[in-house]
Every structure is written in C-alpha cells, then in structure tokens.
C-alpha cells in the first residue's frame, strides 16, 4: 500500500488499552481508505472516538455537528487546500489539537501548517508506535488543557482559589501559574515573606493536581535537628539508632506519588542539601541505617522566606539542588502589597470565627479604616491573629478599633489623622511637645476616631470614663467632633 501507516499483519498486534473516564473524540481526514482505517484502528485502541472521511468539505460539516478535541488530517501534496484548512479549524476551534499526515518530500508543508496553528505533525510512511505516540501526546494535552481552562473558570467565578482568598491583581498572577504548574509533576519553589501562605498555596498546587488522592505529607526543615530531618524523610530501618524499634518509611517513599512539603527549605544543611539533591536525582533513598535503596515517586514543592540565590552565592546552599527545586517559582506578595484583598481576608476569617462561636461579627468602618492602613509584617497570619484577638476581646458583635492590637490602634488614630488633614501629614517644627498637650490630643483624636464614642474612646486609652468627662471638663470642651 502506497503510503500506509502498517500493514495488515502489524495490525493484530495493535496494543489494547483501558479507555480513559472522559473520552476524547478524533476526527481522521485522508483521501486514502486505507490509511483512514488503520489510523481509527489503532485510535480506537487507545480510548479515542473516531470519526473519519476523504472530503474537506465533509470533515467541515462533521465539526459543525460535533467539534472533534483531535483533528488528524493529510497534507496533500503540491496543494494549499490542507494549510487553509488547518487555519480556517484553528479559528473556529482553537481549542482543537491538529496533527497533519504528510508524504516525506512535502515536510515544508507540515512545518507550515505547523506555523498555522497545527501541533504536531507525522511523515508518511510512519509505524503504529510513531502514531500512538503521537495521539498519545495529543490526549495528554488535551486533558492538561481542559484542567487548566476549568481551574481558571472556577477562578474567574470565585474569590480566590480553594482555601486562598484574593483578587487582586498580584493574586490573579499567582493563580495563573498555580493553574498551570498544579496539572504537571515538576518540583515547585514557593517564595514570600513569613506569614504570607506559602504552605496554603503547596496544599492547593497538591488539592488541584493530577494526584489529589494521594497524601501530602509537609516537613518543617527549620524546627528540626538534622538527624530527624533525615530520617523523616528517608526513613529508617531497625536498630539504626537507639530507640529504633522497628523501621519505618521516610516521607519521600510514603507519599506514594503524593506531594512533599519542604518548608523552609533554606533551613538544611549542606550535608542534609547533597543527600536529598541524589534522592532527587535518583529517584531513590537509602534509610538511615540501610545497606539497600527504595525508590520514591513523590512530588517535591519547597519554600522559604530566605533570599536561595544570595546564599547561593555564599555557598550556604548548594547551587545544583537550587536549580533542581527551582523549576518553576511562585512569589507570594505581601500582603501590604496586595491592600485590596484585607477586606476579603478579614471577612473570611470574622465568618469562619462567627460560625465557631454563633455571634455574627462585623468590623466598623474605623476598625477597616486602621487595618487598610497598617502595613502587616506579619502578613495574612499576623491578620488573622489580629481578627481573632478582636473578636475574643471584644463585648459586642461590631469589632471596634479599641479591640485591635495596639499597634493597629495607633495607626488607626494616625490614619484618621492623616484624613482630617486632608491626607498630609504635618511636619511638627517641634516633635517635643508637653505631656499634658499629648494627653489632650491622644484624647481628641480616640473620641473622633471612633465617631464621638467616649466609652470606647475611653476604654482604647486605658482610663476611666469619669476620668475621660473630667479630662474634656478641664480643656473646656463640650462637644470634642467639633474642631477647633
């Protein structure tokens, strides 16, 4: 057969394999019968629905009643017919995987409809394997296509992704690449600050991969002396050590094609980096103790909030192991930088504690005021010990700014500050200024921080409210929202 993908002996032994759960369908165009046989055969094989035909004209009436997820179409020789159509398919469907079947004298022409949208590409004549690679990969794509599309809807419809709430713009690009990098196995390195959810992104990368059922197993590399890191996760066997009673798996092997977590990572040792650079590299562990090797199947995502590249540079942390977990990075903003998302934030956190304790919580405007101005080191952890603390503390439903940290108080009296004075901050020719005059505006500015609330205001101050009525007694004010 001239041009013929396998001959009819090589077709009895076409592998049989299990279809997948979501079947993709493969649209096969080829004048020849031949070959528009043998390639549905050996689709069919593989798990795909095939449909097939000779005609152009009838493939383009087959897409419009169902769009095929795979399109396999010949080039034919010394015609533009394919590369308009492959084009006019990548507009109509760009979703649509195309493999153009072309003869060996007409390669250019695939490379052409290559730059026309197509992704891959057999030349005539090819073998079973040749095309079930091919298909293969084709599905493969697919698949990782329609994940990622579906994570990004839900992120499009949501206010964030899984337990991660934001969106703001520095939010959107994490979850762009968290999209991505979550539908592949490679080593994933979290960047950011402390505080700012390095261990909730590792948790969601493992919740939306391909292996969700499988365990994910974290380690905290800066709480532990190296020689439990390294039985942690290389395990060990009987007897190695005093109190080793019976061996027991490192983290590495007991994933089981799960997910290892290694916070902190910054934190090991030189010794402890080389040992797990070979794991990596072997894909196999020797427990402590051990003459033999296991291997290991586990998906590796590390984070820090240490700078890898300047220790790298100072030889504190191996260069090869650097470049072995930095495949792809996620930086985390911090959470000063991404202001937008504290409301979100805050309210999550006020809704989980309220459904704890069955008292609806909310934040006055005063509380919110202070919170968006307050810079976090502590990032988004620092804001839930803040929204916990509030809540513990205070005597009502409405969270007051009196019932936040004290360094959150004071820069909620700063903002408002800052507000009646239209925003500027005064420079002061003389920062010294008498206590008594400090005690007099400290408080003026409780009272109108918290929109005349004397209780409150007196409460936020640490004194009395006789002492408080005594005090605006004595500066001959009786009405403190009125200025001066």
């Known amino acids: 057969m001239l041009d ?30 031949a070959v528009r046989s043998a390639c549905s055969e050996i689709a069919a094989s593989l798990g795909y629905v095939v449909e097939s035909t000779g005609d152009m004209g009838q493939a383009r009436s087959l897409l419009r009643g169902h769009a095929a997820d795979v399109l396999l179409v010949n080039m034919p020789y010394g015609s533009n017919r394919g590369l308009e159509f492959v084009s006019e398919v990548k507009i109509l469907y760009p979703q649509m995987s195309v493999i153009v079947m072309t003869a060996t004298g007409t390669v250019s022409a695939a490379v052409e409809a290559m730059r026309c949208g197509a992704s891959d590409y057999l030349a ?109 996760l290389f395990g060990y066997v009987k007897g190695a050590f005093t109190g080793a009673n019976r061996s027991k798996d490192g983290l590495l092997v007991s994933a089981e094609g799960g997910t290892v977590f290694l916070d902190e990572v910054g934190e090991l040792s030189l010794d402890l980096q080389a040992k797990l650079l070979r794991a990596l590299q072997e894909r196999e562990v020797r427990p402590v103790g051990a003459t033999h090797r296991v291997p290991i199947r586990a998906r590796i995502v590390a984070a820090t909030n240490r700078d890898l590249s300047t220790m790298v540079e100072k030889g504190a942390f191996r260069k090869d192991l650097f470049y072995r977990l930095n495949v792809v990075n996620l930086r985390l903003p911090a959470l000063r930088d991404r202001r937008d998302d504290i409301p979100p934030l805050a309210a999550h956190f006020l809704d989980r504690i309220s459904r704890e304790r069955g008292t609806k919580f909310t934040l006055s405007n005063d509380t919110l005021r202070a919170m968006m101005a307050y810079d976090w080191p502590g990032n988004v952890r ?38 009646a004075n239209g925003g500027i901050q005064q420079e002061e020719p003389n920062p010294v200024k008498p206590l008594a005059e400090l005690e007099r505006n400290a408080i003026l500015h409780a009272i109108r921080a918290l929109n005349g609330d ?8 640490g004194i009395g409210k006789t002492t408080l009525y005594r005090k605006l007694k004595e500066y001959g004010i009786d009405d403190p929202m009125q200025g001066e």
């Open 4 to 33: 013929t993908v396998v001959s009819s002996q090589e077709m009895e032994f076409i592998p049989q394999v299990t279809e997948p759960a979501a079947r993709l369908y493969l649209l096969v165009v080829d004048a020849d019968p």
């Open 124 to 232: 005539k004549p090819f073998t079973i394997d040749e095309l079930s690679t091919v298909l293969e990969r084709a599905a493969a794509s697919q698949t990782t296509d329609t994940a990622t599309r579906q994570l990004r809807e839900r992120l499009r419809m949501a206010q964030g992704l899984g337990a991660m709430i934001g969106r703001s713009a520095e939010m959107e690009k994490v979850y762009r690449i968290l999209s991505k990098v979550a539908q592949s196995a490679h080593p994933v390195l979290i960047l950011g600050e402390s505080g700012t959810g390095k261990e909730l992104v590792a948790r969601t990368i493992h919740a939306y991969g391909p292996n969700a059922q499988k365990p994910f197993l974290p380690v905290d590399c800066g709480s532990l002396v190296p020689t439990l890191i390294e039985s942690e």
């Open 382 to 419: 620092e804001l839930e010990n803040a929204v916990e603390r509030a809540c513990a503390l205070s005597s009502g439903p409405v969270i007051h700014l009196g019932d936040l940290p004290t360094q959150l108080q004071q820069r909620g009296l700063d903002a408002y500050h800052s507000a």
């Open 454 to 461: 004397k209780l409150q205001a007196a409460r936020l101050l």
